[in-house]
């Protein structure tokens, strides 16, 4: 599809992932970031060329409605969705408490957030000439890490929603969903898991994203995700067993 002259929305685009593809796309796009602190926003859009921003808890259906009418109001419509923001919690099943409250909020966060966020969007994107829905989800949503599993489990949700939601949109819409699946990213968001000193840089996953875009690859499997899924992913237990230890 083309990557000039759209109208895209990032949730989570104030920092990490979120915003290297917002640097990646500005110079050509116009781009909205979302983002539950407003000075955080502000700070990264600051420097960039066509990058607005709207402070909104993705969380919370009021602020999503509110999100949705701002949009309308001020842009008149987005023809590309990209479903970023994210939740994580580092625990282990069998030690660990609470395994339920971090495991909601995780999906509130990770599949819940996507899917209401869609629902709102997908009317807009809809009339669009040529749209998009990206959804990012993960490495461990192929194979799980024990180190988070019920991020884990959210991710997992949210690949099998996202080829659903491709395959029944391929139908009769001009919307195009893609899944962006990185692997360990070096982002303040994966500090607790070593993103600091074994994740890969945030712009090559912006990178691999804006190129998937423009050649139609619709399952973006960046770095080590790629290389799981072709070399291990058809022996799911040696799959599991390689990637936990």
Do not use: C, W
Request: net charge negative; no cysteine.
């Amino acid at each position: 599809m083309n990557t000039t002259n759209n109208t895209i929305l990032i949730t989570g685009g104030g920092s990490g992932i979120g915003l290297e593809i917002a640097k990646a796309l500005s110079p050509a796009n116009k781009i909205i970031i979302v983002g539950r602190t407003k000075e955080k926003l502000e700070a990264a859009a600051k420097d960039l060329e066509n990058v607005f921003t709207i402070q909104a808890d993705i969380t919370n259906e009021a602020d999503i409605d509110r999100l949705y009418e701002e949009v309308k109001t001020t842009f008149g419509s987005i023809n590309i969705l990209i479903n970023n923001a994210g939740n994580a919690y580092v625990h282990n099943l069998a030690n660990d408490g609470d395994i339920y409250s971090k495991a909601l909020a995780e999906f509130t966060t990770n599949y819940f957030a996507p899917i209401r966020l869609t629902d709102k969007f997908l009317p807009l994107l809809k009339q669009q000439n040529e749209a998009a829905i990206v959804n990012v989800s993960s490495i461990v949503g192929l194979v799980p890490g024990s180190h988070v599993p019920t991020y884990s489990d959210s991710k997992a949700a949210l690949h099998s929603h996202t080829r659903l939601l491709r395959y029944e949109l391929a139908k009769d819409t001009n919307v195009k969903v893609f899944e962006l699946m990185p692997p360990l990213v070096d982002t303040d968001f994966s500090v607790e898991i070593g993103g600091r000193e074994n994740g890969i840089p945030a712009s090559d996953v912006a990178e691999d994203l804006v190129k998937a875009l423009q050649e139609d690859i619709y399952e973006i499997r960046v770095g080590n995700t790629g290389l799981l899924y072709d070399n291990f992913f058809a022996a799911t237990e040696g799959a599991f067993a390689t990637f936990n230890n």
